[in-house]
């Protein structure tokens, strides 16, 4: 599993002539490490003095955030796995004009699964932006920067991943299908980025005033 290499063995097999990983993976693993910060920053709120009237609300976020990165993580070697199986389709027999048919079926069946998981990605990435604006407000104020860059990482993260659904919805012949995908991204995004922005543009004006 990819998740179980160290962070340099991960690194140079991304960097590796190897077709995976690959953005999509990548994308997964930046969402991850986007939750990790906010998870950091409700680890150094829960607990404190000073923040024992929102104790119970950080303890929410700090579950919620938990649960994406482990989501996030199983996506990071879920890509790789998908892409095999793409590879494998497009290597079917197709001397036939039935296995050229049963071929066209399993390559659609594997793309489809294929661009299933950087959607994954999406979703779990709005999730963590929503968790966000109020761990701005309720977080230990010494960490104010990590939860700006868990912003930034988690809406890379969404671009990056929608960019692998749109990799594969290229080579996908259902039009309903490729049509559901991209509105429900472009929801995502409408929703992830104002948000994101918003909380790295007001934590950054924050430190800067304070600096």
């Known amino acids: 599993m990819l998740t179980g290499l160290t962070v340099r063995q991960y690194t140079e097999k991304l960097a590796s ?3 995976t990983p690959g953005g999509g993976s990548g994308a997964a693993l930046v969402g991850a490490l986007g939750a990790a910060l906010g998870e950091m920053v409700a680890n150094f709120t829960v607990g404190k003095d000073k923040y024992a009237d929102v104790e119970e ?3 929410g976020i700090l ?5 994406q990165r482990d989501g996030l993580l199983d996506l990071t070697d879920a890509d790789a796995d998908a892409y095999a199986k793409v590879g494998a389709a497009y290597g079917m027999p197709k001397a036939t004009e039935d296995e050229k048919a049963a071929r066209q079926a399993a390559i659609e069946d594997a793309l489809k699964a294929a661009a299933e998981v950087p959607f994954a990605v999406t979703e779990a990435c709005l999730l963590i932006v929503d968790e966000l604006d109020e ?3 309720k977080g230990n ?5 990590d939860v700006a860059v ?3 990482l988690a809406l890379a993260a969404l671009r990056c991943a929608w960019l692998n659904v749109e990799v594969n919805l ?6 309903a299908y490729i049509e559901d995908r991209r509105a429900a991204i472009d929801r995502r995004l409408a929703q992830v980025e104002p948000t994101a922005r918003s909380v790295f543009d007001q934590i950054a004006a924050q430190i800067r005033k304070e600096a």
């Open 135 to 137: 761990l701005r407000q």
């Open 150 to 152: 868990s912003a930034e």
């Open 141 to 145: 104020s010494n960490l104010l920067s």
């Open 63 to 67: 579950g919620r955030l938990a649960a």
């Open 17 to 19: 002539g190897d077709p």
């Open 170 to 175: 290229a080579y996908i012949k259902d039009r």
């Open 57 to 59: 609300d950080v303890q």
